[in-house]
């Protein structure tokens, strides 16, 4: 079995939760009813029952909603589009290939895994990592610079290529503490 790494593009874009949306959408509708007592004083007894009934069910639904985040990833707005592939001699990046000769020097952010808590605290954030923040830097001798992002799961890392990386280390292609973070 060849050992690689799902490379991720990510697009720089905003992505919103939905249940978020659901969540605010709920409480609107109950402050709104609040509201509308005032304007329509006719449907006033309606208006307090639907009031209540929304204060009801948006906090229940919020309830779950921050409850939920503590067990979901965090959502990805990329694509995958190839692999990271790593051996003694060159590096594949989807349908880049660096040769060990080339690259001045790399360095590796490994510290993501799918379903690792990721620090959020924020009620509204989900708890729990996508994996997908990895990235490998490739500065070549010509000065050229590419960074590529990576998936990392409990079975599939970055160790999988402690070897191929000790070899970086010895050309001096990669710093002594980077190599000692990924195969400690």
């Known amino acids: 079995m060849e050992k690689k790494l799902e490379i991720y593009t990510p697009k720089h874009s905003i992505e919103i939760d939905n249940n978020l949306i659901a969540a605010l ?3 609107l509708l109950a402050f709104l009813f609040n509201f509308l ?5 006719k449907y006033e007894e309606n208006f307090d029952t ?5 204060v009801i069910i948006a906090f229940l639904y919020s309830l779950y909603f921050i409850i939920s985040n503590c067990f979901k990833c965090e959502i990805t707005t990329g694509e995958f589009t190839g ?3 790593i051996d003694s001699e060159k590096i594949n ?7 060990i000769y080339e690259i001045e020097k790399i360095a590796i952010l490994s510290d993501y895994y799918r379903g690792k808590f990721n620090g959020n605290i924020r009620a509204w954030e ?4 996508n994996g997908v923040k990895n990235y ?4 070549k001798k010509d000065g050229e610079y ?7 799961t409990k079975t599939e890392n970055i160790r999988m290529f402690s070897d191929e990386l000790r070899t970086y280390y010895r050309f001096g292609k990669l710093e002594e503490q980077n190599y000692k973070n990924i195969v400690e």
């Open 136 to 139: 490998i830097e490739i500065h």
């Open 25 to 27: 959408i709920l409480w």
């Open 93 to 99: 990046c989807n349908l880049d290939v660096y040769t």
């Open 146 to 152: 590419k960074k590529y992002f990576f998936l990392q």
């Open 37 to 41: 007592k005032s304007i329509f004083p």
């Open 83 to 85: 692999y990271l592939i």
């Open 126 to 129: 989900r708890k729990k990592s």
């Open 50 to 54: 639907l009031g209540v009934l929304f």
